[in-house]
């Protein structure tokens, strides 16, 4: 019996390797290495700290160059969004949410809208006055303007 169990385990080992290495593979996809903070073409500044991004993105800044901002965001689980707010923001998701229900709740501020992919976040910051998003910074092109890239 003991025998046979063994036998059993040592077939599935390659199938749990695979899976595995799988597994590191699609992690190190999400990982990003360099994220930008976006913004559209007309704001008044061309560029912002790392310590300003995050009072942006917290809603304690709600201007930049005279201009009223308009935040994007994307989605939790994805690389540059991990990246942003555990380097630039210095928040884990739990408390960016409990954050962002204190603040909805007090009725300080909203939390920025969400879009599904860094494309998404580049085209809407490109057509909207006043926005900022971060992404992907191989996400950017000529239609927005970059403000700080974090690494």
Not at 52 to 79: F, I, Q, R
Request: with cysteine.
């Amino acid at each position: 019996m003991v025998h046979q169990t063994i036998e059993k385990n040592s077939k599935r080992l390659p199938l749990l390797l695979l899976c595995g290495l799988l597994l590191f593979v699609i992690g190190q996809a999400q990982a990003v290495a360099d994220v930008a903070v976006i913004a559209n073409k007309s704001l008044g500044v061309d560029s912002i700290s790392a310590k300003e991004a995050k009072k942006v993105w917290l809603s304690k800044t709600k201007s930049l160059g005279g201009t009223t901002l308009k935040l994007a965001d994307l989605p939790p689980g994805n690389g540059a969004r991990n990246h942003f707010y555990s380097k630039v923001v210095k928040k884990s998701e739990s408390k960016l949410k409990a954050y962002w229900a204190k603040i909805a709740f007090s009725g300080k501020g909203t939390p920025p809208k969400t879009f599904a992919s860094d494309n998404e976040v580049v085209n809407w910051v490109a057509a909207t006055p006043g926005a900022v998003g971060y992404v992907d910074s191989g996400a950017t092109d000529g239609s927005v303007k970059v403000l700080m890239i974090s690494k």
